[in-house]
Structures are given as structure tokens and as C-alpha cells.
């Protein structure tokens, strides 16, 4: 154990990494490396370096997760608590189109609705180890299917440093991204698609090779599902995306394998949102609640973001049910309150 212990890093307890990376796992995995050449220490050096990191592990290619699962497979499991057994679900995006309600059709509540799906393309590192050379290649395929992208999808893409690309946050400042490794080669190989309204989008070489985004303001989440469904057949026939039996989609963070779909709202929540019984219903419901202003921004003001937590082990369709079930019980918390 001494010779163990010389060299073993010794993360954050804070994190997911401080919690399963034990000494024998180091001594397990610090010699392995996937066909691509990522290594443990590649997968492991953001939470090594920010000490705060809540998750602290990305994988640098679609084997790492599989290849250091004595790491990642705890992880995954703390991630997606409570999520059916991976690999009997269908991550796809089958049964989207279902009709979906609109729970605040007067807007006084949900202030806008956003869903995202992360993806990586096949035969390609991810972010935290790619080359430059990959990014470019990656970029160029993408640019190759968006003009595929016709009617009210239709856009112009924008490479990193043009003012449409720095509005919607997508400047490489995230910190634990830059220990990861996610924002090497910067600005190369970056930027972001968005069609005349900016309810599309789709971010090139961010966290993921790919996120592709559909928004728009108010609780039609129906219109949302519709323009993501379109956007995204069409970029699926022209690309070729990594998944597993397993782990459904893959994705650099651990936090969005299975569908990679992460939707969410923005509600107006003056009287309930700050309140113990608002944060137990989100928990009980499995919702992740952030700052409108963005994921590692404090709250401020009361306006909330409300997203589903799960992932994994869920079709997209039930990861939708779940936030839905969940919201309409928030509105219902507000309106109790209201005098």
C-alpha cells in the first residue's frame, strides 16, 4: 500500500472522483490506455485541478468509459441513481413526437423552453483529448450536413469570436473544461449554427463534438420537440454518431450518456423557488435546478432553471414525462403560495 500511496493523487473528497478513485483503482487503471492513446490521467486531470469539481471525470474517447470502468461505472451509477439497468433501453429519439401539454399556456410561470442532445461523432477523440487536425475534420463534416437544414431551420454558422457565437456563452472560460484539456487548440475547429430566430442552433467542438439545441420562448414544448425532431433527422443521416449496448449515446461527461437529452424551462418562481419544500419536489422528481444566468453562476433574481437529471436508463420521451410531471407540480408549489 505504501508504494500505492507514494504516487496516488489524492483528488477533492467533494467530488465523484474523490469518491471512487481509491488506491487500488489507481493502481488498476494508472497504466491502461484505450486504442486511441487516452489514458487515465487524461480523464481524471480536471477534477485533479479543480478542487470543487462536483463530477470531476471525462472520458477522452467513446472506449474510455468501458476501458476505465472500475472508475467510471461507480460514477455512471451515482450519476443516474434510481435509472433502470442500461442496456435494455431504447435512447433514441422514438416517441418524441407524442403530443406533450403546455402547462402555462398564459406564460406565468415558464419563460422559455430549451432542449438539448449531446453527440459525438464516430472515429473521433473527444474534446478533452482530440487533436487539431480532428477538430478541423469534425467541423468540416458538420459543415457538410447543415446546408441540408432548409426552410425555418436555415441559418449561417459563426466561428468562435463572432459576437452571435459570445451571446450564447460558447467563449472557452469554463474553467474546469480548460483542465480537462476540452478547450485545446482554441478558438480552432468552433463555432456555432443558428437559423434566423436563433430557436436552432448547434454548437460545433464545445463540450461534445455536437449539441444541437432547439428553443424558443414561453411552455410549447410540443413546437420545441417538433423543430429538434427535424433538425435532428436530418443531421442524422448525414452523420454518423457513437453509441454503445450499454451506456445508449456517448458523451464526454458521464452525466449525458443514454439520450444526451438534457430539457429544460425557465421559471418565475418569486414566492416558492427558495423555498425547502421547492428543493425536495425537485429532488423527488429527480429535476436539476440552476441559475437562469447559467450552470456555475449563483442564483440570482427568481427566475430558475429546471432541467431533468436523468438520463440514462430513460427514453427520451420518459425523460420529457419526468420533467413535465415534475414542473406541473412546481406550479402548483407557486400557486399554493400565492396570497
Given at each position: 500500500m505504501d508504494a500505492i500511496s507514494s504516487d496516488?493523487?489524492?483528488?477533492?473528497?467533494?467530488?465523484?472522483?474523490?469518491?471512487?478513485?481509491?488506491?487500488?483503482?489507481?493502481?488498476?487503471?494508472?497504466?491502461?490506455?484505450?486504442?486511441?492513446?487516452?489514458?487515465?490521467?487524461?480523464?481524471?486531470?480536471?477534477?485533479?485541478?479543480?478542487?470543487?469539481?462536483?463530477?470531476?471525470?471525462?472520458?477522452?474517447?467513446?472506449?474510455?468509459?468501458?476501458?476505465?470502468?472500475?472508475?467510471?461505472?461507480?460514477?455512471?451509477?451515482?450519476?443516474?441513481?434510481?435509472?433502470?439497468?442500461?442496456?435494455?433501453?431504447?435512447?433514441?429519439?422514438?416517441?418524441?413526437?407524442?403530443?406533450?401539454?403546455?402547462?402555462?399556456?398564459?406564460?406565468?410561470?415558464?419563460?422559455?423552453?430549451?432542449?438539448?442532445?449531446?453527440?459525438?461523432?464516430?472515429?473521433?477523440?473527444?474534446?478533452?483529448?482530440?487533436?487539431?487536425?480532428?477538430?478541423?475534420?469534425?467541423?468540416?463534416?458538420?459543415?457538410?450536413?447543415?446546408?441540408?437544414?432548409?426552410?425555418?431551420?436555415?441559418g449561417s454558422y459563426y466561428t468562435v469570436g463572432h459576437a452571435a457565437v459570445v451571446r450564447v456563452g460558447f467563449d472557452g472560460a469554463d474553467r474546469f473544461q480548460q483542465a480537462a484539456g476540452i478547450c485545446r487548440d482554441w478558438p480552432d475547429g468552433r463555432g456555432v449554427f443558428a437559423n434566423a430566430t436563433q430557436s436552432l442552433q448547434v454548437w460545433v467542438n464545445e463540450e461534445d463534438h455536437l449539441r444541437i439545441i432547439a428553443m424558443q420562448p414561453g411552455a410549447d414544448i410540443d413546437a420545441v420537440v417538433a423543430r429538434l425532431l427535424r433538425a435532428y433527422g436530418h443531421l442524422a443521416q448525414a452523420l454518423d454518431f457513437q453509441q454503445s449496448p450499454r451506456y445508449g449515446y456517448l458523451a464526454s461527461c458521464p452525466s449525458n450518456l443514454g439520450t444526451g437529452l438534457r430539457a429544460s424551462f425557465h421559471m418565475h418562481l418569486p414566492r416558492s423557488g427558495n423555498s425547502p419544500a421547492f428543493k425536495a419536489l425537485c429532488a423527488r422528481h429527480g429535476l436539476a435546478v440552476r441559475s437562469a444566468a447559467g450552470e456555475r453562476e449563483a442564483q440570482s433574481g427568481a427566475v430558475y432553471e429546471i432541467s431533468n437529471q436523468r438520463r440514462l436508463g430513460l427514453s427520451c420521451a420518459q425523460c420529457l414525462q419526468a420533467l413535465l410531471g415534475g414542473v406541473e407540480q412546481i406550479i402548483a408549489l407557486e400557486r399554493s403560495w400565492q396570497p
Amino acid at each position: 500500500m505504501d508504494a500505492i500511496s507514494s504516487d496516488f493523487p489524492q483528488p477533492s473528497a467533494q467530488s465523484l472522483l474523490g469518491r471512487f478513485l481509491t488506491p487500488e483503482v489507481w493502481q488498476a487503471l494508472q497504466g491502461v490506455q484505450t486504442r486511441t492513446g487516452v489514458t487515465l490521467h487524461d480523464c481524471i486531470r480536471s477534477g485533479l485541478a479543480q478542487s470543487d469539481s462536483a463530477i470531476g471525470v471525462y472520458a477522452g474517447d467513446a472506449e474510455s468509459v468501458e476501458c476505465f470502468g472500475l472508475l467510471f461505472a461507480p460514477v455512471i451509477q451515482a450519476l443516474h441513481a434510481g435509472s433502470p439497468e442500461p442496456g435494455a433501453i431504447d435512447h433514441g429519439l422514438h416517441a418524441m413526437g407524442q403530443a406533450f401539454p403546455n402547462l402555462d399556456p398564459q406564460g406565468t410561470y415558464i419563460r422559455s423552453t430549451r432542449i438539448r442532445l449531446a453527440r459525438n461523432l464516430c472515429g473521433y477523440r473527444w474534446m478533452p483529448t482530440i487533436t487539431r487536425r480532428e477538430l478541423l475534420e469534425v467541423q468540416g463534416l458538420v459543415l457538410e450536413a447543415l446546408p441540408g437544414l432548409e426552410g425555418d431551420l436555415a441559418g449561417s454558422y459563426y466561428t468562435v469570436g463572432h459576437a452571435a457565437v459570445v451571446r450564447v456563452g460558447f467563449d472557452g472560460a469554463d474553467r474546469f473544461q480548460q483542465a480537462a484539456g476540452i478547450c485545446r487548440d482554441w478558438p480552432d475547429g468552433r463555432g456555432v449554427f443558428a437559423n434566423a430566430t436563433q430557436s436552432l442552433q448547434v454548437w460545433v467542438n464545445e463540450e461534445d463534438h455536437l449539441r444541437i439545441i432547439a428553443m424558443q420562448p414561453g411552455a410549447d414544448i410540443d413546437a420545441v420537440v417538433a423543430r429538434l425532431l427535424r433538425a435532428y433527422g436530418h443531421l442524422a443521416q448525414a452523420l454518423d454518431f457513437q453509441q454503445s449496448p450499454r451506456y445508449g449515446y456517448l458523451a464526454s461527461c458521464p452525466s449525458n450518456l443514454g439520450t444526451g437529452l438534457r430539457a429544460s424551462f425557465h421559471m418565475h418562481l418569486p414566492r416558492s423557488g427558495n423555498s425547502p419544500a421547492f428543493k425536495a419536489l425537485c429532488a423527488r422528481h429527480g429535476l436539476a435546478v440552476r441559475s437562469a444566468a447559467g450552470e456555475r453562476e449563483a442564483q440570482s433574481g427568481a427566475v430558475y432553471e429546471i432541467s431533468n437529471q436523468r438520463r440514462l436508463g430513460l427514453s427520451c420521451a420518459q425523460c420529457l414525462q419526468a420533467l413535465l410531471g415534475g414542473v406541473e407540480q412546481i406550479i402548483a408549489l407557486e400557486r399554493s403560495w400565492q396570497p
